[in-house]
């Protein structure tokens, strides 16, 4: 039994504190759903647990197994078993799922042969083509072919926990379900079974994915938990209730959905 | 036939012409727009002289699997030429065993029109000329492998390929030498005469401590195609100007090179792209990435003539900047004097992508091992066009290593 534990966690990006105390507990094969209105820092708390730069950590704390993660680099976050499917997962032209996951187990001392076979029976389970998993990552993928790529990787990482940011965001309702049954199938494991944050707007992501926790998440903190009823009182009622604690002039570090100006090669335009 | 190792007269005599001019010739000051930005003021040709012609040196060449014939020069003169069946009816020889070899030589760079060529033409000796008959096809590559050694050395390696109409052939130059201060100044003719195809690549692997001034010229015949590719990772100050003449109708070329420069090295790179003929394609990707103190230049010119309607050019440079300390410049340039073209330049320079590093990182794969995927990516694109199969996996690797030995000093340091 593992524990992913917040506590609370504050933190700003551009001197705007839009974490104001989070806590929250999750244990192996439990799911828990923040929910909120748009702007609440939601995809916030997801980057700083797992460690995106461009966000300061200004209190708290957040420990995986009793390890302070904070103090940690990203790619050590994800050794010790944290994992983020991204809701814009990032292009990566020259770089190949199978060379990326291959890195990652070379760096977890993982047996790197057998990730091949893995990213193939995975890709199979979700229905991804495997003429994708050769292709530069994310390259030209459509919004549902990169969550499908990103729900690959977490099968192939199995990782303790998961954020998944908006999983459901450029779905369509196959993709949805193959990805969520994936994920619900991982939480069910009688090996290690996986705790899932999982960061969304809407309720649809549940048809699957069966919800232990819902969170209402509003204005950096957590305003209400509850079971899955909480989930069902939020599609009726919304988050009218909430909406006037946003603050809509927060600044954001998420990723821009329509991309950056990037090339083919990954590099940003700055003209020489 | 005369010796291979002996010049033949007329050779002597312009080498003596061209140690006239050089004699008369003024230095580069730098303040000529195609050696701004760079160290040629700082270099004092009258410290490298000529080794002599005993200075041998016991290292072995790095074999190119398959070879058609492997060409080794040491300290500037030939060591050996080994031949294969391979070759065909194709020939390898020097320019002074052809009885027309004055009109060989230089035929597609020109007369000497610096110091640097004047340089070139007074010490040329051992002069390799490719020769590929009319409609036949040398399927494997050539390897040359020059290498010197000498302190103080002067050496210019020269090499010419000329494919006759509808002919084609595949060369691979490796251009390696050791820590002693020298100097090398080669030139590469590239001829594809109608039909013909010529794939040229070399890897300049020079010392640190050797200044490189290299020029290659290609000229392209009706409906024929040249590949002219650079792998620049060596020298203290590597300078290459390449230039690309499409002279026949419908003939297409592409420039093509890789670069990672570290420490102090500065590497310097002059293009253009001449389309003197009517619907012809050239294609120029320069990639290259700097660290440490390096510093890249890159300088590249179309220039469409009034004579070649239907024109396609398209000239790319891309530069990754790996540390604070490491400056890339680029400037490209269109000269058109043509309405029927299409034409496009483009350059950068940036450092590698935060957010791609974050995602790879997300994934568990630590910081040093993400910069390499990136950057081995950001290479794969230009080193996947080189013509030379058999070593874009080394190529490859040079840079992963040179990279994870970047980072690993940078990290001491820290």
Request: proline letters at 4%; charged letters at 20%.
């Amino acid at each position: 039994m593992s524990e992913l534990v917040v506590t609370d966690l504050h933190a700003t990006v551009g001197g705007k504190e839009i974490l104001k105390g989070v806590s929250l507990t999750i244990r192996s094969g439990e799911v828990h759903a923040v929910m909120g209105p748009n702007g609440s820092g939601k995809s916030t708390l997801s980057h700083v647990i797992t460690g995106k730069p461009g966000y300061t950590v200004t209190g708290g704390s957040v420990t995986l197994d009793g390890v302070e993660l904070l103090e940690l680099a990203a790619w050590e976050r994800a050794k010790a078993g944290l994992f983020l499917a991204m809701q814009y997962p990032t292009e990566v032209p020259g770089v190949s799922l199978e060379a990326m996951l291959t890195a990652s187990a070379v760096a977890a001392g993982r047996d790197a042969d057998v990730i091949k076979a893995s990213i193939a029976a995975e890709s199979e389970r979700i229905g991804f083509a495997t003429d994708l998993i050769t292709r530069p990552l994310n390259v030209d993928l459509s919004g549902g072919e990169k969550k499908r790529n990103e729900t690959v990787q977490l099968g192939v990482l199995e990782p303790k926990f998961a954020i998944l940011d908006e999983i459901d965001s450029g779905l369509d309702v196959d993709a949805m379900k193959a990805v969520t049954r994936r994920v619900e199938e991982a939480t069910n494991a009688d090996d290690k079974p996986l705790g899932v944050l999982a960061i969304t707007h809407y309720k649809r992501l549940f048809e699957e994915l069966e919800p232990d926790h819902v969170h209402v998440f509003a204005a950096g903190v957590i305003q209400k938990s509850g079971g899955r009823e909480l989930a069902d009182e939020l599609e009726e009622t919304g988050y009218a209730e909430w909406a006037h604690l946003v603050d809509h002039s927060a600044p954001t570090a998420f990723d821009n959905p329509f991309g950056d100006t990037t090339f083919a090669d990954g590099l940003n335009l700055h003209e020489g | 036939m005369p010796d291979a190792q002996t010049l033949a007269p007329w050779l002597e005599s312009a080498r003596s012409t061209a140690a006239a001019d050089l004699a008369n010739a003024e230095a580069p000051t730098g303040r000529e727009e195609v050696w701004r930005y760079t160290r040629i003021a700082d270099i004092d040709l009258a410290n490298y002289s000529v080794p002599d012609a005993d200075a041998g040196t016991s290292v072995d060449p790095i074999p190119l699997d398959g070879a058609a014939a492997t060409i080794v020069i040491r300290n500037g003169r030939i060591a050996s030429i080994d031949r294969t069946d391979a070759l065909g009816k194709a020939t390898v020889s020097t320019v002074s065993e052809h009885d027309d070899g004055q009109t060989i030589l230089n035929s597609v760079r020109g007369e000497a029109v610096d110091v640097v060529g004047h340089l070139h033409d007074a010490h040329a000796g051992d002069i390799i000329v490719i020769d590929v008959p009319r409609g036949h096809h040398v399927e494997a590559p050539i390897a040359i492998d020059v290498y010197s050694d000498v302190e103080g050395g002067l050496t210019c390696p020269h090499t010419i390929v000329r494919a006759a109409n509808g002919a084609s052939v595949t060369v691979f130059e490796r251009r390696r030498s050791g820590e002693a201060a020298q100097m090398v100044v080669p030139v590469v003719e590239l001829d594809a005469a109608a039909d013909a195809r010529v794939n040229y690549l070399v890897a300049q692997q020079l010392g640190l401590n050797t200044i490189s001034l290299e020029h290659q010229a290609a000229t392209v015949g009706q409906q024929a195609h040249a590949v002219c590719s650079t792998a620049a990772f060596g020298g203290s100050y590597a300078r290459v100007q390449a230039e690309m003449s499409l002279n026949g109708r419908g003939s297409s070329g592409d420039l093509l090179s890789a670069y990672f420069g570290d420490g102090e090295q500065m590497l310097d790179f002059r293009t253009f792209q001449h389309h003197n003929a009517p619907d012809t394609t050239s294609n120029l990707l320069f990639k290259g990435a700097v660290t440490g103190e390096a510093q890249s230049v890159y300088s590249g010119l179309i220039k469409v003539a009034e004579s070649a309607p239907g024109t396609n050019a398209f000239q790319t440079n891309r530069n990754l900047k790996l540390s604070e300390g490491a400056w890339a410049y680029s400037v490209p340039n269109l000269e058109i004097e043509q309405n029927q073209v299409s034409c496009s330049h483009a350059s950068t320079v940036g450092e590698i992508d935060e957010d791609q590093r974050y995602y790879l990182e997300s994934r568990g794969v630590p910081t040093t091992a993400a910069e390499q995927l990136l950057v081995s990516g950001f290479f794969a694109e230009v080193i996947g066009q080189f013509p030379v199969d058999g070593v874009k996996a080394e190529l490859q690797s040079y840079i992963d290593d040179a990279l994870a030995a970047d980072r690993a000093a940078q990290e001491a340091a820290a």
